[in-house]
């Protein structure tokens, strides 16, 4: 093996090792450690996006509610019924 390929060589190794491939490698053979934390993952991220849209709906609420109070012409009889249902669903 001659230093020009020698030289290669030892920068692709270099590369694969601060890819971390063998880390990589480890984790998808191991089927049952990457199937429960991709669930652990799913669940989280399901609760996040419950847990804003929870926040932002009730910023809107709160916001139509503000508008309904001002009783902006045509938009405040509208806006009184939706929040008259939501509140009955509540």
Known sequence: MTGRERAALE???DALERM???EYVEYVSNRRRMIGQN???GLCRGLGFT??????GA??????RSLVV????LIGGFLAEVIHAIEARM
């Not at 847990?51 to 932002?56: H, Q």
């Not at 001002?70 to 012409?73: D, G, L, M, S, T």
């Open 20 to 22: 971390r491939l063998d």
């Open 51 to 56: 847990l804003g849209f929870s926040v932002l």
């Open 59 to 64: 910023l809107l609420a709160v916001a139509l």
């Open 39 to 41: 669930i652990l993952y």
């Open 70 to 73: 001002e009783n902006i012409p």
């Open 11 to 13: 920068r692709l190794l």
